[in-house]
């Protein structure tokens, strides 16, 4: 069902708020992060081990599921569609790695706020580096970028049998079935992954 232009750009004034805001945020998280490996004080430390904390769970996590579940109403209420161009395709992969990524990441979250939590105990050393994490999230958000830019790569074969469908192909119920149960399905998957996430950081937040 196509958007009405006054709900599309609603939606896609949504969908950029979104995506700039948890690019910024990963750029000051990785700052914090490059800080913490930089850093030699406990106290200053201890600082910015808040700081991520802080930034992780209430910055960068709700900007993420606000992306992708921006980005995914814009793909299925517009023109452009989920799976009829590779760039959406491809974006949208990589913006569920990334969620996947963030939702490991969460337990390294939650022993940040530990080491901010704890001002008697000794400053540890994090056994996978914020570094890595947070460098990897931008690279990955710098190439949706890109992509929504320069909108590379044209039609998929899954555009090209819908057009035949709505042309008057003989498959045409079937092309168009086989589009609903493809949405449905991805969906389904991308609905029980956000709740999976919720739970998990609902159960993560208060350790």
């Known amino acids: ?19 700039v805001g948890w690019l910024g945020a990963v750029v000051g998280f990785l700052a914090l992060a490059l800080a913490v490996q930089a850093g030699y004080d406990p106290q200053l430390l201890r600082g910015l081990y ?3 904390w802080l930034a992780g769970w209430y910055v960068v996590v709700p900007l993420c599921l606000a992306s992708l579940l921006t980005g ?10 989920l799976f009829r161009h590779y760039w959406v395709t491809v974006k949208f992969l990589l913006t569920v790695i990334s969620t996947l990524i963030l939702l490991g990441f969460t337990q390294t979250l939650g022993y940040i706020g530990v080491l ?7 400053v540890a050393e994090f056994s996978q580096s914020p570094v890595t994490h ?10 949706n970028t890109a992509l929504s830019i320069y909108k590379p ?17 003989v498959s045409s119920d079937r092309s168009l079935i086989a589009k609903r ?7 389904g998957f991308i609905s029980l992954l956000l709740l999976f996430l919720i739970v998990h950081l609902m159960t993560r937040g208060g350790h």
Request: glycine share 8%.
């Open 181 to 187: 149960w493809l949405r449905i399905t991805v969906l």
């Open 1 to 19: 069902m196509m958007m009405s232009p006054s709900i599309r750009k609603f939606a896609l004034t949504a969908h950029v708020t979104a995506s």
């Open 50 to 52: 808040l700081a991520m």
């Open 153 to 169: 790569w044209g039609k998929t074969p899954f555009a090209r049998d819908t057009q035949h469908a709505e042309t008057g192909n």
């Open 116 to 122: 901010a939590a704890d001002a008697s105990g000794p």
């Open 72 to 81: 995914l109403v814009m793909s299925l209420g517009t023109k452009w569609g």
């Open 134 to 143: 947070s460098a990897g999230c931008l690279v990955v958000l710098l190439i």
